[in-house]
């Protein structure tokens, strides 16, 4: 593979330290990005370049003084170079609509380890 130039994707996230030939990718493909940055635990990432990402929210119940744990979940784009595994915690940012569910790609790996 040939040295890639990695793009700056103007937000402050660590670049992947790998290369890749995805053109989904937004530091080494075609993919602008923009809108909201969500962070997200990786739940499932048996396709390819695709993984989903489950974000747990608090919802206040008066009734009880107390909170109760809702979950959304959302499919992004899992580019090569980062290729995020189950239980990992990532960092997600809006760009346009990939596929018929990703509008969103993961842009970095925080629970990995050097
Ligand atoms: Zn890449």
Do not use: W
Request: net charge positive; glycine share 6%; with cysteine.
């Amino acid at each position: 593979m040939k040295e890639q130039k990695v793009k700056n994707i103007g937000v402050d996230v660590k670049a992947p330290k790998k290369a890749c030939e995805d053109r989904h990718c937004p530091f080494h493909g075609g993919l602008k990005l923009r809108g909201r940055i969500l962070t997200g635990t990786v739940v499932a990432a048996k396709v390819l370049k695709t993984a989903t990402v489950e974000r747990i929210r608090k919802q206040y119940l008066p009734k009880y003084n107390r909170f109760e744990k809702r979950t959304s979940k959302v499919r992004v784009h899992n580019p090569l170079c980062i290729n995020a595994k189950e239980g990992d915690v990532v960092k997600l940012m809006e760009s346009r609509p990939i596929s018929k569910t990703k509008r969103f790609v993961i842009i970095e790996n925080t629970s990995e380890q050097e």
